[in-house]
């Protein structure tokens, strides 16, 4: 497997593993905010939403910045969110295919000069960011009164359709 299919794999496991979870959340779930400082609901699924756009980015765009971070998003009810998050899945899955071959070794700085990493090492770090934000979720979840799915449960792309 190369690296590009390494970082497919991998995203798109972790990433259906988020929607999975952000598809039992209700309208009324959407304003927790668990401390004063946190991100609600639906603050956290829009970010997450737009890290995906930063990683997209990776992939599409010749000069990528911190400025795919800032695509607003309709998160107003839960089943939008949720539309929103599988159609950014698909968005990233067809950016990492179709990216020229030789963008993915490419090293880049987006983050500044002390972050100058290839796009593929800086994609695996933003599914690292997408993990640490799915475990954000799983407290609120709990806090909703919900069962959350379980963690490393099979997954497949029927939940992008749902």
């Not at 963008?103 to 695996?124: T, Y």
Request: proline share 6%; glycine share 4%.
């Amino acid at each position: 497997m190369n690296a590009r299919e390494q970082l497919l794999k991998r995203f798109m496991l972790e990433a259906l593993r988020t929607l999975r979870l952000v598809r039992i959340f209700t309208d009324r779930d959407l304003s927790i905010r668990p401390a004063e400082g946190s991100m609600s609901t639906a603050e956290l699924i829009e970010h997450i939403a737009a890290s995906q756009n930063f990683t997209r980015g990776l992939f599409a765009e010749p000069t990528p910045t911190t400025e795919l971070f800032r695509r607003p998003y309709d998160v107003s009810n839960a089943a939008i969110a949720a539309q929103v998050l599988a159609q950014s899945i698909q968005e990233v899955r067809k950016a990492i295919e179709q990216c020229p071959e030789e963008w993915l070794e490419q090293r880049i700085a987006p983050f500044g000069p002390d972050w100058e990493l290839s796009r593929v090492e800086l994609a695996h770090l933003m599914v690292d960011h997408e993990i640490h934000h799915r475990g954000q979720l799983y407290v609120y979840a709990r806090i909703a009164g919900h069962e959350p799915p379980v963690l490393y449960a099979p997954v497949s792309e029927e939940v992008l359709e749902l």
